[in-house]
T-cell receptor
Framework: AQKITQTQPGMFVQEKEAVTLDCTYDTSDQSYGLFWYKQPSSGEMIFLIYQGSYDEQNATEGRYSLNFQKARKSANLVISASQLGDSAMYFCAMRERNTGGFKTIFGAGTRLFVKA | EAQVTQNPRYLITVTGKKLTVTCSQNMNHEYMSWYRQDPGLGLRQIYYSMNVEVTDKGDVPEGYKVSRKEKRNFPLILESPSPNQTSLYFC????????????FGEGSRLTVL
């Protein structure tokens, strides 16, 4: 079963508008972490934002915010005031405990296109 | 500069010819991991290591080996590569706790003919 689901393979957004990238997850753990990473066309993986399962406030980092709805098991990324440089692949990830320690798993990704 | 270094960045090889992709980090991180990235599948974990001499299988370990003899190094070994191992490989490291984000290497693009 998919542990991390990103239902939007591709999305378009107009420059300067806000966009929400969806992510749902599945875990039976009480303690886990949720992450978003950006992968531009150059290929590197860039950490954007983190949300802990016990954090009561939604995480924010500059133009990025994470809309965390624990009961619904969703961790959507909101990018405000989109810029052309935001065009990239975005991955949602979850880190949870397992028998060997910790394990981080990724969704299939959403490719975002920002239009001028 | 804090970084994760992978080598080689690009490699074309033939079926059955053993190869090793090296990974080294200079941040004294306990946790290290290998992923492969394939179109439409995101990143899938191959192996990970919580500390020296402690390794465990990820979701797609078949055909790969790893070792962690030193804290900073975590090489990925393909004993007998096959074409289905053609992929983009990432090494990553983090502090050994649940909240630490992963720091990624630049990736190694491997083609097996």
């Amino acid at each position: 079963a998919q542990k991390i689901t990103q239902t939007q393979p591709g999305m378009f957004v107009q420059e300067k508008e806000a966009v929400t990238l969806d992510c749902t997850y599945d875990t039976s753990d009480q303690s886990y972490g949720l992450f978003w990473y950006k992968q531009p066309s150059s290929g590197e993986m860039i950490f954007l934002i983190y949300q802990g399962s016990y954090d009561e406030q939604n995480a924010t980092e500059g133009r990025y915010s994470l809309n965390f709805q624990k009961a619904r098991k969703s961790a959507n990324l909101v990018i405000s005031a989109s810029q052309l440089g935001d065009s990239a692949m975005y991955f949602c990830a979850m880190r949870e405990r397992n028998t060997g320690g910790f394990k981080t798993i990724f969704g299939a990704g959403t490719r975002l296109f920002v239009k001028a | 500069e804090a970084q994760v270094t992978q080598n080689p960045r690009y490699l074309i090889t033939v079926t059955g010819k053993k190869l090793t992709v090296t990974c080294s980090q200079n941040m004294n991180h306990e946790y290290m991991s290998w992923y492969r990235q394939d179109p439409g599948l995101g990143l899938r974990q191959i192996y990970y290591s919580m500390n020296v001499e402690v390794t465990d299988k990820g979701d797609v370990p078949e055909g790969y080996k790893v070792s962690r003899k030193e804290k900073r190094n975590f090489p990925l070994i393909l004993e007998s590569p096959s074409p289905n191992q053609t992929s983009l490989y990432f090494c990553a490291s983090s502090l050994g706790r649940n909240t630490g984000e992963l720091f990624f290497g630049e990736g190694s693009r491997l083609t097996v003919l």
